[in-house]
């Protein structure tokens, strides 16, 4: 239970076009839904958090303009990266908090992550 | 990082030693959750202790809780070379966000 699915897995875009990366959760209804950016050989970065139903939520320093997040539903969170550029290469993951469907307890579970590369 | 440290940031062990990594963190947290990165791949999680707990095994894995000192370690015992990959601590912090520690990369030498 409580399994969160991420895609795509990796994509690979021209520099000035953008991208859409899904984050669903399967099983659960997710409230909260994190998102997160990691660079090579550094931690998981917060960028926003969205919950459902209303505006994002940016960490300092995060272009919101840039990073567009859409959480329409509850068990669905997008991530845009607008207009991109070769410096937003990175690794990008979701997480999403809900009440797991077997224990019943809140849950926080993560994607697998998508790496982006643009050219 | 954003909400916490971790160290050592890399430890490098013979396969059958032990490795402890520690965590400290800057606002109260509910609870604390450790997780495995394996390089370039999504998060395994280990661990979650609780704030009231101040111990918590699983396996091979002992998680310690200090929140007087807001601080955490992960002890991994009879290392593997399976076990190479970072290490982060994480929890939810501030305004229900969670936040992640700087990680441990552990090198487990066959």
């Known amino acids: 239970g409580a399994v969160v699915s991420q895609h795509p897995s990796w994509v690979i875009c021209k520099s000035g076009t953008s991208v859409k990366i899904e984050c669903r959760s399967l099983d659960f209804q997710a409230t909260t839904m994190f998102w997160y950016r990691q660079f090579p050989k550094q931690s998981l970065m917060l960028m926003a958090t969205s919950n459902e139903g209303s505006k994002a939520t940016y960490e300092q320093g995060v272009e919101k303009d840039k990073f567009l997040i859409n959480h329409a539903s509850l068990t669905l969170s997008t991530l845009t990266v607008t207009s991109a550029h070769p410096e937003d290469s990175s690794f990008y993951i979701c997480?999403?908090?809900?009440?797991?469907?077997?224990?019943?307890?809140?849950?926080?579970?993560f994607g697998a992550g998508s790496r982006l590369t643009v050219l | 990082s954003q909400q916490g440290e971790e160290d050592p940031q890399a430890l490098s062990i013979q396969e059958g030693e032990n490795a402890t990594m520690n965590c400290s963190y800057k606002t109260s947290i509910n609870n604390l959750q450790w997780y495995r990165q394996n390089s370039g791949r999504g998060l395994v999680h280990l661990i979650l202790i609780r704030s009231n707990e101040r111990e918590k095994h699983s396996g091979r894995l002992r998680v310690t809780l200090d929140t007087s000192k807001k601080s955490s370690s992960l002890l991994i015992t009879a290392s593997r070379a399976a076990d190479t990959a970072s290490y982060f601590c994480g929890g939810i912090q501030g305004f229900n966000k969670f936040y992640f520690g700087s990680g441990t990369k552990l090198n487990v030498k066959p």
């Open positions: 997480s999403a908090k809900g009440q797991s469907p077997i224990s019943g307890a809140n849950v926080l579970t």
